[in-house]
């Protein structure tokens, strides 16, 4: 028989689904599934596991934060994920969203460039049995040449523009979903390239995401 905490954190995040994603518009089942099985509490701090499956981002340390449940959810079913596309994540960060990736597409690749935060979300992917998850170390605003093309790419942390290089690594008929903007909030951005190659970029509303920093996003030292 599950202990009482776990049963409280199974109940929390069942009701996350109903309270914060349901009523908000989310509406694809495969997505809000995922929500309700992906254990989010393991993926925080053991001081924030309470507040885990609450309505707001938690630190993970090294100054990054996990989003908000609804930013996740949202992001993702932005995607329209049908269960075999190969994804390309920037910004691993805790790996929650990785791991929700991974419950509804084929393959995901990870990038992250704190080696603390993609070590633990490593460790954390592999001990849920994450076995079509590769996480790297690296720059993510050069994308992931090696695997490219992508039919879906997505990246949690706020770029000045959309990195050049991750068009070129998206396929067509793909989706690209990117927060863009300044330091303090950005909007949401979806990037979809048609099957002539031809982009459109449609936006989806405010948010507030950590820097991306690298080559193609904010320089490194200005902070
Ligand atoms: N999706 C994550 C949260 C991401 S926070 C989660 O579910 O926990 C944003 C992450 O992007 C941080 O971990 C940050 O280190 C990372 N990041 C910022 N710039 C990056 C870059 N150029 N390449 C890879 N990761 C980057």
């Given at each position: 028989?599950?202990?009482?905490?776990a049963e409280?954190?199974?109940w929390?995040?069942?009701?996350?689904?109903?309270?914060q994603?349901?009523?908000?518009?989310?509406?694809?089942?495969?997505v809000l599934e995922a929500?309700?099985?992906?254990p989010?509490?393991l993926?925080?701090?053991?001081v924030?596991r309470?507040?885990a499956?609450?309505?707001?981002?938690l630190?993970?340390?090294?100054?990054q934060?996990i989003?908000?449940?609804?930013?996740?959810?949202?992001?993702?079913?932005a995607?329209?994920?049908?269960?075999?596309?190969?994804?390309?994540?920037?910004?691993?960060?805790?790996?929650y969203?990785?791991?929700?990736?991974?419950?509804?597409?084929?393959?995901?690749?990870?990038?992250?460039?704190?080696?603390?935060?993609?070590?633990?979300?490593r460790?954390?992917?592999d001990?849920l049995g994450?076995s079509?998850v590769l996480?790297?170390?690296?720059?993510?605003?050069?994308?992931?040449e090696?695997h490219?093309?992508y039919?879906?790419?997505?990246v949690t942390a706020?770029?000045?523009?959309?990195?050049?290089?991750?068009?070129?690594?998206?396929k067509?008929?793909g989706?690209?979903v990117?927060p863009v903007g300044?330091?303090l909030?950005?909007?949401?951005?979806r990037?979809?390239?048609?099957?002539?190659?031809?982009?459109?970029k449609?936006?989806?509303?405010?948010?507030?995401f950590?820097?991306?920093l690298?080559?193609?996003?904010?320089?490194?030292?200005?902070?």
């Open positions: 028989m599950k202990n009482k905490n409280r954190l199974d929390a995040r069942k009701k996350m689904v109903d309270t994603l349901i009523p908000r518009g989310l509406k694809d089942e495969r929500m309700r099985k992906v989010r509490h993926f925080v701090q053991e924030h309470s507040s499956y609450e309505d707001y981002p630190p993970i340390g090294e100054e934060t989003s908000q449940p609804y930013m996740v959810a949202l992001m993702t079913e995607l329209k994920l049908s269960g075999k596309e190969t994804v390309l994540e920037i910004g691993t960060g805790s790996g969203q990785t791991a929700v990736l991974a419950e509804l597409a084929g393959r995901v690749y990870s990038v992250e460039r704190i080696p603390a935060l993609a070590g633990r979300a460790k954390t992917l001990e994450h079509n996480v790297r170390l690296s720059d993510g605003t050069m994308g992931w090696e490219a093309p039919d879906r790419i997505m706020g770029a000045p523009s959309v990195p050049e290089p991750l068009i070129d690594q998206l067509d008929d989706i690209l990117i300044g330091d909030s950005q909007e949401l951005i990037v979809t390239r048609d099957q002539k190659g031809k982009i459109r449609e936006k989806m509303g405010g948010c507030v950590v820097r991306l690298g080559k193609h996003g904010w320089e490194v030292n200005n902070r």
